[in-house]
């Protein structure tokens, strides 16, 4: 009975057992990309030999003529995107350090709850709360500021609500990174005279400089997708941006208003901008890697 027990159990086998479930669910994974890749690329193939490369630098977005161009919705997704980049990361960088190093665990708990909080409200109550509270403010502040009259709708507000929306996540890894810088380093630091701001440029920033990217481009592939709450505070007209108070559209936003009645060249149309999008992500992710790995090796990491 024992010699049977010790086979039944055989670590070997157990071994072999989780090998084989952890590389079929990595493979599963690619599987699943793969497969979104190539049912994109199959329904978008009409519009790709329709339009060609044209699409991707053309403005033109007339429906009855059934002509199409992919520039305007390009254009005002990487313009939302970096609005909110420049909002978000400088204001999570701040919120981080300050809870990290200067606020009391009075001030650090419920600042910290908060932040777990807003990354938990879907996109949508964002979209909805700019749409009745935030572009009305907008249009006022905006108004009094520059006596510029405008609806409040349009690229600045979508990107403040995406800024919004991705500082929450950036916030709470930078967080987390600065509480994994050794004590013993800052404590070095300050023993040798450097101020708080020396500290944070030498030794938090660069110790973490892995995970503080990690963290913004995190926020970056967030931002570049995100949906619903665009779309109820961008303006959704097919236009090449004037300016960040102008109103437009993004491939998201795009993707939303006309994919429940897309027929014939049209619905392959959106499916070519879903292709494009993911392309988007996936050049985010790879230049992120490879941003990191350099990074990595400038430090003396392997």
């Given at each position: 009975?024992?010699t ?72 005002g997704?990487?313009?939302t ?12 960088f ?14 650090s ?13 879907p996109s949508i109550?964002y ?37 919004l ?13 600065f ?33 503080l ?27 090449m941006?004037?300016?960040l ?15 429940s ?38 430090m003396?990491?392997?």
């Open positions: 009975m024992a049977v027990k010790k086979q039944f159990f055989n670590p070997n086998a157990l071994d072999r057992l989780f090998r084989i479930i952890c590389v079929s669910a990595a493979l599963l994974i690619c599987l699943i990309l793969a497969g979104i890749l190539v049912q994109l690329f199959y329904y978008a193939l009409p519009a790709v030999r329709e339009f060609g490369f044209n699409f991707l630098i053309s403005s033109n977005w007339d429906p009855v003529n059934d002509i199409y161009g992919a520039l305007p919705a390009i254009t997704t990487l313009l995107t970096a609005t909110a980049l420049v909002i978000a990361v400088p204001v999570s701040i919120v981080a350090m300050y809870l990290v190093e200067n606020a009391s665990p009075y001030v708990a419920p600042i910290g709850f908060a932040l777990d909080l807003l990354a938990a409200v109550i979209g909805m709360w700019g749409l009745f509270v935030f572009v009305p403010f907008m249009q006022k502040w905006i108004k009094n500021l520059t006596g510029i009259t405008c609806n409040g709708f349009g690229f600045l507000t979508g990107g403040i609500i995406l800024a929306m991705i500082l929450p996540f950036i916030c709470a890894i930078m967080r987390d990174v509480k994994m810088v050794p004590p013993v380093l800052k404590e070095a630091a300050f023993g040798a005279g450097a101020t708080h701001w020396e500290v944070t440029c030498d030794i938090n920033m660069k110790y973490g400089a892995g995970g990217l990690g963290a913004i481009f995190l926020g970056l592939g967030r931002a570049v997708g995100e949906t619903m709450a665009v779309l109820f505070v961008i303006g959704n007209i097919q236009a941006p004037q300016s108070l102008s109103s437009g559209t993004t491939i998201a936003a795009t993707l939303a208003n006309n994919f009645e897309a027929e014939g060249i049209l619905k392959s149309v959106l499916f070519e901008l879903g292709l494009i999008l993911l392309a988007i992500s996936l050049a985010i992710q790879i230049i992120a890697q490879l941003w990191l790995n350099r990074v990595r090796k400038r003396g990491e392997k």
